[in-house]
């Protein structure tokens, strides 16, 4: 059984960062691309960006220059690196193994104070 926990989510100030992990377990790991994605409170969920198996990424234009998505194959995990986090990157954070539709996490809250 594939699992997917992401972790990392807190309460910080505009300005400030936050790294999210999204490991995995019952899977290899290194063979499927990685989707971060967000939901906030009444909105869509919506792509933040993704990771290909060779390591290549992109991004969103709302969070490009900001946000950096990284993986560790060793230790079957995916990060998600925010920096200078503003109050609309409020949201719960979903990690997505696989893509198409993928393996999906419970989420972890980012909460961004004005």
């Known amino acids: 059984q594939v699992q997917v926990v992401e972790s990392g989510g807190d309460l910080v100030q505009a300005g400030g960062s936050l790294r999210l992990s999204c490991a995995a377990s019952?899977?290899?790991?290194?063979?499927?691309?990685i989707g971060w994605y967000r939901q906030a409170p009444g909105q869509q969920r919506e792509l933040v960006g993704t990771?290909?198996?060779?390591?290549?990424?992109n991004y969103v234009d709302s969070v490009k220059g900001r946000f950096t998505i990284s993986r560790d194959n060793a230790k079957n995990t995916a990060y998600l690196q925010m920096n200078s986090l503003k109050p609309e990157d409020t949201a719960v954070y979903y990690c997505?193994?696989?893509?198409?539709?993928?393996?999906w996490g419970q989420g972890t809250q980012v909460t961004v104070s004005s």
């Open positions: 997505n193994l696989g893509l198409y539709p993928g393996y």
């Open positions: 990771i290909s198996r060779s390591g290549r990424t």
């Open positions: 019952g899977s290899t790991f290194s063979s499927y691309a």
